[in-house]
């Protein structure tokens, strides 16, 4: 339980488990593709042990959940949502933008919010109703016109209290990868969706893979990780508690340190452990935990280069002069700044999204954000004039590549 890594080997390991769970995920998608609600009912009873007679989570049910949910905790997370939404509203770009590059030539682009978007939220071991406003936010902020919501059941009223507060009314008990089959190809109950949202376990990030001909998503996003980038100047006590807030998500969290000071990595060493033993979730943790640990570098150049090499879902950095290395980071999905930027603070109220890419993904995606759920469109406004300025090189370069007829779709109109 936590220990010093071979990073190379950390780093392969973190993607393994996805071709492991392709085949019976691939079953799973095929029940549902042929069977619909009969197959999310079938196999609602065989993974979650729960015999459904409604798929889709009533009115009267959200309604009921608010007395079923501490008065304080709907106040935090009507001011979470607040918080939520006020950060991506700045995200959010003009609908429409124009720009004569030169006369006769008007360029810009047109951004169109996605029609109909389902969000997952994982449910089971805990509620996460943190990642209901994560994943259902961004889309309202967008201007998606239809949300949908699928949770596995029993579902929780704390979730079904943070959807209505993110103002989501469509809301199914479903999960596992058989949720995601059934947004992105459709059943009588759920209709599909454009795009499919939200984390969750190795099942549903390989559905996710595997359905992305049917709908887009956001990226894989499974179980939860950190990566700390520390010198000598770092609080160890400070380390090791977001080394556990990470642990405590799933068995197969991952939780990496890499620092400059060996003398710091014995320090978090020894805290990460006593904290384990007083952990509330000591098993999950201790699970977690036998897969972390930490790498000595010789300096914040190693560093550095070493934690854009793991490309994690959380980077914390916490060294003397942090601002002075963020230009450096190229791979992270969400970075912490400084002592007491706590990655818990960007998991509920600071206002970022924890919706984010694992296992190195960050490498290749954005975590998520109001442009996940816009297309946009490149406009062009041409008059006579622009087309003479551009003309010839039109022409010239179609002639060039031995399209005829597109070079005669722009003389026709020069010789008129």
């Given at each position: ?7 190379g080997t950390?780093?392969a390991?973190?993607r393994s488990?996805?071709?492991r ?9 095929g029940?549902?593709?042929?069977e ?9 009873k065989r993974?979650d042990?729960i015999d459904?007679t ?6 009267e049910?959200r ?5 079923l ?6 106040e ?9 939404s006020?950060f991506h509203?700045?995200q ?5 933008w124009?720009q004569e590059m030169e006369p006769?030539?008007t360029l810009g682009v047109?951004t169109?919010p996605?029609?109909r978007v389902?969000?997952y ?13 994560m994943?259902?936010i961004p ?10 919501c699928?949770?596995?059941?029993p579902?929780n009223?704390i979730?079904?209290?943070a959807l ?5 009314d469509?809301v199914?008990?479903v999960g596992?990868?058989q949720?995601?089959?059934a947004?992105a190809?459709g059943?009588d109950?759920?209709p599909r ?5 939200g984390p969750?376990?190795?099942?549903v990030?390989?559905?996710?893979m595997l359905?992305?001909?049917?709908a887009?998503?956001?990226f894989?996003?499974?179980?939860s990780?950190?990566a700390?980038?520390a010198d ?7 380390i090791?508690?977001d080394?556990?807030?990470q642990a405590?998500?799933d068995?197969n ?7 400059t ?7 978090v060493?020894?805290?990460v452990?006593?904290?384990?033993r007083e952990a509330?979730?000591?098993e999950?943790v201790e699970?977690a935990?036998?897969?972390?640990g930490y790498?000595?570098v010789?300096?914040l ?6 934690v854009n090499g ?11 002069d942090?601002?002075?290395i963020?230009?450096?980071?190229r791979?992270a ?6 002592p007491?930027s706590?990655?818990a603070c960007?998991d509920?109220?600071?206002g970022?999204n924890?919706?984010?890419p694992?296992?190195g993904?960050?490498s290749?995606?954005s975590?998520?954000?109001v ?7 490149t406009v062009q406004?041409i008059?006579?004039e ?9 022409e ?21």
């Amino acid at each position: 339980m936590w220990q010093e890594l071979d990073i190379g080997t950390w780093i392969a390991g973190r993607r393994s488990d996805l071709d492991r769970v392709k085949g019976p995920v691939s079953e799973i998608i095929g029940r549902v593709r042929a069977e619909g609600d009969a197959a999310l009912i079938d196999l609602t009873k065989r993974f979650d042990g729960i015999d459904l007679t409604e798929i889709a989570v009533s009115d009267e049910e959200r309604e009921a959940a608010y007395d079923l949910v501490d008065a304080q905790l709907v106040e935090s997370l009507v001011q979470a949502e607040a918080q939520i939404s006020r950060f991506h509203e700045l995200q959010r770009g003009r609908d429409l933008w124009l720009q004569e590059m030169e006369p006769g030539i008007t360029l810009g682009v047109k951004t169109t919010p996605l029609s109909r978007v389902g969000a997952y939220v994982p449910g089971g071991r805990a509620a996460y109703p943190s990642t209901a406003l994560m994943c259902t936010i961004p889309a309202m902020v967008a201007g998606v016109g239809e949300i949908c919501c699928c949770t596995p059941p029993p579902v929780n009223p704390i979730t079904l209290v943070a959807l209505d507060i993110a103002g989501v009314d469509e809301v199914y008990r479903v999960g596992g990868a058989q949720a995601i089959a059934a947004m992105a190809i459709g059943t009588d109950t759920i209709p599909r969706v454009e795009k499919i949202v939200g984390p969750g376990n190795v099942f549903v990030t390989a559905a996710k893979m595997l359905l992305r001909d049917e709908a887009e998503i956001d990226f894989p996003a499974g179980p939860s990780e950190i990566a700390i980038l520390a010198d000598a100047t770092a609080n160890p006590v400070f380390i090791a508690a977001d080394i556990l807030a990470q642990a405590e998500h799933d068995p197969n969290a991952a939780c990496v340190l890499v620092t400059t000071d060996a003398a710091l990595a014995d320090a978090v060493t020894e805290q990460v452990k006593r904290m384990a033993r007083e952990a509330k979730r000591r098993e999950i943790v201790e699970k977690a935990l036998e897969h972390s640990g930490y790498i000595v570098v010789g300096d914040l150049d190693e560093g550095v280069e070493t934690v854009n090499g793991v490309a994690p879902e959380h980077l914390s950095v916490q060294v003397a002069d942090p601002l002075g290395i963020l230009n450096r980071i190229r791979s992270a999905g969400s970075i912490f700044v400084g002592p007491y930027s706590a990655v818990a603070c960007g998991d509920y109220a600071s206002g970022t999204n924890h919706v984010l890419p694992t296992a190195g993904y960050a490498s290749l995606y954005s975590g998520l954000d109001v442009n996940h759920f816009c297309r946009r469109s490149t406009v062009q406004v041409i008059t006579r004039e622009g087309l003479e300025a551009i003309g010839d090189v039109v022409e010239t370069i179609a002639d060039a590549e031995g399209l005829h007829a597109h070079a005669e779709s722009v003389r026709v109109r020069r010789r008129r």
